[in-house]
C-alpha cells in the first residue's frame, strides 16, 4: 500500500473515531510534543473500538484472528516448555530401549535398528514437535498475528460509521484539552 493510501485510511480512520469519542486526534507534531497525551487518547480510543466489537457473530472474522494471536502469543510463551518437553520425551525413549540392551557402547550405535517401532515411532513424533517448535514459533509470527488482528479491529471503524456517537465514551480531560490545542500555551 502507498504511504499516501495509508495516510488518507488513518486520516480517516482518525476522523471516525474522533467523531464518535467527542475529542480531536492529535497531529504528528502534537504527538511529538505531547507522546504520553496522544498513547491516552489512542488507548482509549482502542477500548471504545473493542467494547464496539464485543459480538463475535457480527464481527466473526475480528474473533478469529483475535483467537489467532492469542494461540500464537501462548505458543510463543510456551516454546521453551514444549521443546524441552519433546526433547525429554525423546531421551526417555532413547533411554528406556538402551536399558533394555547389553551396557556397551558399541550396542549403542545399533539402537535406533534394534529399537521397538513404537519407540522408534515415538522418537520420530518428538523430533518433528521439536522442530515445530523451533522453526513454527517465533516472535515475527506472533507480530504477524498481532498486525492482522489490528487491522482487522481497525477495518471495523467500516461497520460502526453508521452508529450514533457513544455518550460519555472519551479520552482523559488533560488528553482532550492538550491535544485539541486549547490547552497549548
Given amino acids: 500500500m502507498s ?31 505531547e507522546p504520553g497525551e496522544a498513547d491516552r487518547l489512542y488507548e482509549s480510543a482502542t477500548r471504545w473500538l473493542l467494547e464496539q466489537t464485543r459480538d463475535t457473530s457480527k464481527y466473526s472474522l475480528l474473533f478469529t484472528e ?15 516448555i514444549g521443546l524441552a518437553a ?32 513404537g519407540h522408534r515411532l515415538g522418537v520420530t513424533i518428538c523430533a518433528a514437535a521439536a522442530a515445530v517448535w523451533i522453526l513454527g514459533v517465533s516472535r515475527d509470527r506472533v507480530r504477524a498475528a498481532a498486525f492482522s488482528y489490528a487491522e482487522r479491529l481497525v477495518a471495523a ?25 486549547a490547552g497549548a500555551g
Fill in 66 to 80: 483475535n483467537i489467532s494471536y492469542g494461540f500464537r502469543r501462548n505458543m510463543l510463551g510456551m516454546r521453551w
Fill in 3 to 33: 504511504s499516501r493510501r495509508v495516510l488518507l485510511a488513518f486520516t480517516r480512520i482518525h476522523t471516525f473515531l474522533a467523531a464518535k469519542l467527542g475529542v480531536a486526534f492529535p497531529t504528528a507534531a502534537q504527538e511529538a510534543q
Fill in 86 to 117: 519433546a526433547m525429554l520425551a525423546a531421551i526417555w525413549l532413547v533411554l528406556d530401549t538402551a536399558v533394555a540392551l547389553p551396557a556397551t557402547w558399541a550396542d549403542l550405535g545399533g539402537l535406533l535398528v534394534t529399537m521397538p517401532t
Fill in 157 to 181: 471503524c467500516e461497520s460502526l460509521a453508521d452508529r450514533p456517537p457513544a455518550s460519555g465514551a472519551t479520552g482523559s480531560g488533560a488528553a482532550k484539552q492538550n491535544l485539541s490545542g
